[in-house]
């Protein structure tokens, strides 16, 4: 049996369905995560987990300690105000631990907006969100921080995730769905499933220093996703809005930015083909598990 000793900072939908795949695969796993409340003991599957307190500079201390046998590091904790506070609190115990991987993820909203064009890894970053922007810096940070200390890290650029718990489909249902108004807008998307099984793939296929797009094969605008999502519940389009009149920020932000994300490199490097290519794949089958 493969054993993984792995400390999960941030535990959200992509840990969870990253935790419940490496089950799938038969995985002894010893796994620690952070929460921002209290320290609590856990399960998820058939794992029993310990999940810490961690919020801002105050965490359970027994962290330094779990750190020291952990082999593998998830970090989904956002940016605050800029700043990383996994490596703000936590980096003289990464730097003598025995670590194999670290993932960071990070988002594609580092790249800004690029009038609707195709984004790589190469591609000029010039974020305009302030997530972005913050997403930009904390990269830049742990690369630093790896180089200095001869660690191995892999930094994910995540795409708008979607998944059984978050999707058009359950927006629509619940009556919170718009379509925004705004021709030739593109973004792109990925399956929580197919983050979690490319995070698979990185156990035996792993490069340091390295960033990814995750992302799937098509791009398109809401309208375009939220008329497929209409069509499957066999429902009215919800109400359209302007984009001058969107009032909640974030989603402001959001639509400064028009691209499209190329996913060549991640497919390239782990060898993999994606469980849900497109939207349309995607929402079938969540389609299938609404109740």
């Known amino acids: 049996m493969k054993n993984i000793n792995i400390f999960c900072y941030g535990f959200g ?32 599957g058939n794992v029993e987990y310990k999940s810490y307190k961690f919020e801002n500079n105050n965490f359970d201390e027994e962290i330094f300690d779990k750190l020291k046998n952990s082999d ?13 506070i996994v490596i703000n ?14 993932t960071y993820l990070s988002a594609t909203s580092v790249y800004g907006n690029h009038e609707g ?42 795409s708008g995730i979607y998944s059984n718990k978050n999707n058009p489909l359950l927006r629509l249902k619940s009556g919170n769905a718009n379509i925004i108004n705004k021709p030739n807008h593109f973004f ?5 499933e197919d983050i979690a099984n490319v995070l698979l793939k990185s156990l035996s296929n792993f490069k340091t220093n390295e960033i990814y797009n995750i992302s799937d094969d098509k791009p398109a605008s809401s309208q375009e996703v ?6 499957i519940l066999k429902t009215d389009l919800p109400k359209t809005i302007e984009e001058q009149d969107i009032k909640s920020e974030m989603l402001k932000n959001f639509y400064k930015d028009s691209k499209k994300v190329s996913n060549k490199k991640m497919k390239k490097f782990f060898n993999y083909n994606l469980k849900f290519p497109t939207y349309i794949e995607g929402l079938n089958n969540i389609s299938n598990n609404l109740t």
Do not use: C
């Open 226 to 231: 939220m008329s497929y999502a209409a069509k």
């Open 188 to 192: 792109s998307r990925i399956h929580v």
């Open 117 to 158: 064009e195709w984004v790589n890894e190469l591609s000029k970053t010039h974020p305009t969100s302030p997530l972005g922007i913050n997403r930009l810096k904390v990269e830049e940070k742990w690369l630093s921080f790896v180089k200095k200390n001869n660690l191995p890290l892999q930094i994910f650029r995540l």
């Open 72 to 84: 593998h590091i998830l970090i989904s904790i956002p940016p605050i105000d800029g700043n990383d």
């Open 13 to 44: 939908q992509v840990a969870k369905s990253f935790v419940n795949r490496l089950s799938l695969e038969g995985f002894k796993i010893h796994l620690s995560t952070t929460n921002r409340s209290e320290t609590t003991f856990n399960k998820i």
């Open 89 to 102: 609190n936590f980096s003289d115990s990464l730097k003598i631990s025995n670590i194999k991987w670290i």
